[in-house]
Each structure stands twice: as C-alpha cells, then as structure tokens.
C-alpha cells in the first residue's frame, strides 16, 4: 500500500462512505486509462472494519430518498461498470428490478450496491483505520503538503504523507442540548447495534424524539418488531409532515443548483434554503406517514392504541431512572409539563456537520472564514487557504452554506466526485511535498 520511491501519495482521502467511494472510483477509472506517469495515487482511511453505509438503520423496509440513477457515478460517466444497473445485471437481476417499475431501491439493496462497488476499489482502502490528525508539511515557507496521523484497532498509529487532502467524514449524530447517550438512551443511528445488543426482556414502552424519517422508521420499525409494547413518538410539530419530492421542487438537488447557489448572495442562499428546507429536513416520505396514520387509526378502531403521537410537544429533559429513563416535555399550547417513563429512548434529533477544524487540529488555521466563521470553500470543494499553501483540502460534506443542501446527500455525489477529481488532476502540476509516503510515528 505504500507508494514506491519517496513521493507522498496524490490523494488521502478521510473516510469511506458513498462520497469518498465516488471519488475513488473517479479516480480509478482515470488511472486505468492513463499513462503511468499520469496516474494518482491514493489511498481512503475508514474507521468500519468493512463497507457499511448507516448500518444502524438499514431497516426492514425502508427504501432510498433518491432515485437509483443519482448512484455512484451515472450523473458523471453513465458508462461506467460501477453504476447501480452494472451491479443488478452482476446479481442478476436486471430484469427483476425493471419489472419491480420503481425507483427507489430498499436501503438494503442499494447498501449491496455500495459494498459491492466498494469491493472495486478495495485496493484503494484500509479499513479499521481512523485519522486522528492532520500536519502540515512544509517547504521553503510554503504548505506543500499534509500529513495524516492514523490509527488501527490496536492502536498503533502511523503517518500517510499526501499533497492533497479530501475529507469525507459524513456527519455526526446530534442529540438534544445535555442528553448524553447511555444504555437506555440512544440515537437513531445506532439503533440496530442496539437493539442486538440489548439484554434483558424487551421494553414494554418505547419513546422516540423527533419528527423526522429517521423518527418515523424508528417509530415504525419498533411497532412492528415489538408487537406487544406501547411506542411514543414525541415532537414539537403537529403532525409528521411530507417530504416535498415534487419534481419541480426536486431541481434544487441537480447539478446546476449547485452553480446556483454558489454564485448566490448570502440572503439569496437563506431564502432558497428555507424555501427547499423541506425537501429534506425534518419530513417523511408521505407513504410512511399514511402507514403510521392507518395504524394509529385502527388501533383506535380496537381500543388500544399502541401507537401514540404526542405532538406539539417540547422535550424539556431525558435522563436514566432505576430501570428506564424519564422524558419530561411541556405541551406547547398549555405549558404543562408531563412526564413519561420508557425502557428506551431514542433520539432521532438528526445530525451536524463533520467536525473538519477537530480533526485538522491547528492546521485549521490554514483555512480561511467568512465573516461568520465558516471555512471558505472554492467552487470545486477545495478550502480556501492563506497565502503559501499550495497543497489542498477538499470537503465532500459540511458545505451546505457554500454548495448547498446537496452537500451531504447523494444526489449530486457523482457529480461532485467529477469536479473534485478534475481539480486534483489539473493541480498536481502544483509542487509536491518532498518527504516519504508513510512513516511509524507511535508503537
Ligand atoms: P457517510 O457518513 O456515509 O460516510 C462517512 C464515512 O467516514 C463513515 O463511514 C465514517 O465511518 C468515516 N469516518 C468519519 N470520520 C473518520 C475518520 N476520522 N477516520 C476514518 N473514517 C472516518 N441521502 C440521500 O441522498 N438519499 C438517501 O436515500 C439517503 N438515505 C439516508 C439514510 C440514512 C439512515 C441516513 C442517516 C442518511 C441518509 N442520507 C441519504 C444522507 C447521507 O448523508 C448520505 O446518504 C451519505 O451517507 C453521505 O455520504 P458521505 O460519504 O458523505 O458520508
Ligand atoms: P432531520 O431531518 O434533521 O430531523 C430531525 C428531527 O429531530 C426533527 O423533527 C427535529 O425537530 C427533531 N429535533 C432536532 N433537535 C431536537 C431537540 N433538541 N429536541 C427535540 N426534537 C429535536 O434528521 P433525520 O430524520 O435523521 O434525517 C436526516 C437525513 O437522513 C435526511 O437527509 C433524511 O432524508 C435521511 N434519512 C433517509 C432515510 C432513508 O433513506 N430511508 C432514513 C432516515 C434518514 P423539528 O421537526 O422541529 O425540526
């Protein structure tokens, strides 16, 4: 895995999740046409031990919010051998799924997909390996490049040397202010592990924070695995609310609302923010909703009602008691308080952006802000630095306030990978640093 001679890889890329994947297989199909002189070399750090895209909630059921031709790569080279109908036609089952007339592949499916086009790229990965920290390598006064401290499942730490950096590190689960995850208290995303993991009799109720589709399939999910058990679904709105997929409103995830939206003025990108708000954030595919809905009304019908919506509801405080854990929420057109004992809670309060200034440590002083604190990005993902860094940091994620609401979903992955692999190339004739790929740094 180490790169002969004494040249820094092109490209680390942190993390291995759809973006990162994307960008490898950009990055492969260039070097298997190209002349050797004019191939990258690079190589992806994911802490998983294996493939795996939002485990956590790989959900009976539950199928994708984007049609299966925003793949990996048919945005950007509808010919390539790693698109979504070259796996069908390898599993075969092309023909299946054209008789199935949908889009919208099962998440399952679609995580066979990734692991199998993963299984591609697999020379370009090591798994159980986590960045841990970011150096700058200099020469003659200038950044030329970047070192990324990682480590294994052991613990043992090395060094990869690199001209360019991309960080993919996909986001991370956020809970409400001073909720701390415990044994009884979960986020959505690890919910399976969880649920695997869990001893003792099932809990006879189950409560889950949050309106959106991660709440919704959680809520679905539990009523249906747990058949005797009361499921709670708390949330501020008054009813779970439809994810706008209409396809006018659906423009906003193409790729030329990225260019849009780029170009855009500040106050321009809030107003199409809140505009498009939901087509993505805090809604559920409206099938689901009328599934819960016919649920909770039948259960009505029945007289026991398992399935309970307490909505304008504002959780005020989620803490452990001997055996359970207490949620206490105020109904918002009263200001009662109410309070509500449950074996598990489970937090679907969504995600924040990956931490990119916790990990570049104090090479984050490289990047420039805006006026509100933010890194600057270039049109092709690449941070904005100081004057005398010549080598780069791409960001696959964490630019929804330059790039858009694309930013961290897959819609627009293939696109993105394209630019970003085409400003890799085109800057490479840049300097690189003149140090060895990879070094021990700790036993
Ligand atoms: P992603 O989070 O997938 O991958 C990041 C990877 O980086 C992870 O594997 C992580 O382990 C690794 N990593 C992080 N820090 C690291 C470090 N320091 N060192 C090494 N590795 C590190 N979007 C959409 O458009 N359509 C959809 O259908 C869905 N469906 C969906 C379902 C669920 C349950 C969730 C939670 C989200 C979605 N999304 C979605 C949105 C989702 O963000 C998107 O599908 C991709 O996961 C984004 O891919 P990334 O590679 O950016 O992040
Ligand atoms: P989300 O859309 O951000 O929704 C978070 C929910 O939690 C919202 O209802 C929000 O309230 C609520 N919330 C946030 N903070 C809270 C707090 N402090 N107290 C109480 N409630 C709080 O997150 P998500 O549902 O996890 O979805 C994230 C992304 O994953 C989306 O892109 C979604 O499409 C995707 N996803 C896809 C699938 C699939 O493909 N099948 C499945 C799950 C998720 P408000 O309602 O007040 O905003």
Sequence with gaps: MS???DRPY??????????????????EEHNVRAAPADRLSAVFVERQPEFGWHRGMLLEGATMQVSFLKDLVTLRNPASGFTFLSYLKERGRLVDFINHKTFFPARTEFHDYLSWAAGGVEHLVRYGTEAVAVGAVEDGGDVTGFTVTVRDPSGVERVLRARDLVIGGGLRPSLPEGVRPSERIWHNSDLLTRLKEHEGPAPERWTVIGAGQSAAEVADHLHRAYPAAEVCAIFARYGYSPADDSPFANRIFDPVAVDHFYAAPDEVKERLFDYHRGTNYSVVDLELIEELYRRSYQEKVRGRERLRILNTCRVLEVREIAGGVRTAYEFLPTG??????????????????????????????????????????????????????????????????THGITSSLLSN?????????????????????????????VG
């Excluded at 933010?374 to 004057?387: F, G, K, N, S």
């Excluded at 992955?413 to 400003?423: H, K, N, Q, T, Y």
């Excluded at 190339?425 to 790929?437: D, H, K, M, N």
């Design 336 to 401: 009662e308080r109410i309070e509500l004992d449950s074996g598990v809670v489970i937090c679907a309060t969504g995600y924040r952006p990956y931490d990119v200034a916790g990990l570049l440590g104090p090479a984050a002083g490289l990047c420039e802000r805006d006026e509100r604190g933010r890194i600057r990005v270039e049109r092709d993902y690449r941070v904005t630095t100081v004057p005398g860094v010549r080598a780069g940091i791409y960001l696959q994620g964490g630019t929804e306030h």
């Design 413 to 441: 992955g293939a696109v993105r990978a394209g630019e970003i692999f085409d400003s890799l190339l085109v800057r490479r004739s840049e300097p690189a640093a003149p140090a060895s790929p990879e070094t021990v740094a």
């Design 3 to 5: 790169q002969p001679g």
């Design 10 to 27: 092109d490209i680390v890329g942190v993390g291995f999740g759809p973006a990162n994947l994307a960008l490898a297989i950009a990055l």
